[in-house]
C-alpha cells in the first residue's frame, strides 16, 4: 500500500513538473514580444486539401527579418521553423472549409505561401494577418515582397 502510495506521488509530481516547464516554455518563447497564435502545414499538395490533416498548432514570434514558429504542444525551446522575409512569397489567401474548420482555431484565416520552393499554409487570426502581412510589406529598402 506505501508503495503504491509512493508511486501515485512520484507520478503526480512529474506530471506537475511537467505542466510546468511546459507553460514556462510558453511564457519564455512569449517574453521578447511580437508573438501570435498560428497554425502551419508545411509541404502542401497544389490541390486545396481540406481534409483537415496536417496542421499543427504553434505560436508564431517575429525576430528581424524572421519568423520563428514554434509547436506549442512540444518541450523544445528551438523553433520548429524559420521563415525568412525576403523568401516568402504569398500565393493567396482563404477561409477554412470541410473539416479544416474542427481543426483550427474559429476564427483563422488560411494564408498560402512558398518558402524556398516548398508550399506551406498559415493559419491565424484576422489581426494576427494584417500584422504579419503589415510586416512583409515592411521590408527593407531592396528586398523583394511578394504579396497577394
Given at each position: 500500500?506505501?508503495?503504491?502510495?509512493?508511486?501515485?506521488?512520484?507520478?503526480?509530481?512529474?506530471?506537475?513538473?511537467?505542466?510546468?516547464?511546459?507553460?514556462?516554455?510558453?511564457r519564455l518563447?512569449?517574453r521578447?514580444?511580437?508573438?501570435?497564435?498560428?497554425?502551419?502545414?508545411?509541404?502542401?499538395?497544389?490541390?486545396t486539401?481540406?481534409?483537415g490533416?496536417?496542421?499543427?498548432?504553434?505560436?508564431?514570434?517575429?525576430?528581424?527579418?524572421?519568423?520563428?514558429?514554434?509547436?506549442?504542444?512540444?518541450?523544445?525551446?528551438?523553433?520548429?521553423?524559420?521563415l525568412?522575409?525576403?523568401?516568402?512569397?504569398?500565393?493567396?489567401?482563404?477561409?477554412p472549409?470541410?473539416?479544416?474548420?474542427?481543426?483550427l482555431?474559429s476564427?483563422?484565416?488560411?494564408?498560402?505561401?512558398?518558402?524556398?520552393?516548398?508550399?506551406?499554409?498559415?493559419?491565424?487570426?484576422?489581426?494576427?494577418?494584417?500584422?504579419?502581412?503589415a510586416?512583409?510589406?515592411?521590408?527593407?529598402?531592396g528586398?523583394?515582397v511578394?504579396?497577394?
Amino acid at each position: 500500500m506505501v508503495l503504491a502510495l509512493t508511486v501515485c506521488g512520484i507520478v503526480v509530481a512529474l506530471v506537475v513538473l511537467g505542466l510546468f516547464v511546459f507553460g514556462l516554455r510558453r511564457r519564455l518563447i512569449q517574453r521578447s514580444g511580437g508573438t501570435f497564435d498560428c497554425s502551419l502545414r508545411w509541404d502542401v499538395p497544389e490541390k486545396t486539401d481540406t481534409s483537415g490533416k496536417g496542421w499543427s498548432y504553434g505560436v508564431a514570434r517575429y525576430n528581424g527579418d524572421r519568423v520563428e514558429w514554434y509547436r506549442v504542444f512540444s518541450y523544445a525551446y528551438r523553433p520548429r521553423r524559420v521563415l525568412e522575409r525576403a523568401a516568402i512569397e504569398v500565393a493567396g489567401r482563404r477561409l477554412p472549409e470541410g473539416e479544416e474548420e474542427l481543426a483550427l482555431l474559429s476564427d483563422a484565416v488560411i494564408l498560402t505561401c512558398v518558402h524556398r520552393g516548398t508550399r506551406l499554409e498559415l493559419a491565424m487570426s484576422e489581426d494576427a494577418l494584417t500584422g504579419f502581412l503589415a510586416w512583409l510589406e515592411a521590408a527593407p529598402p531592396g528586398q523583394r515582397v511578394n504579396v497577394a
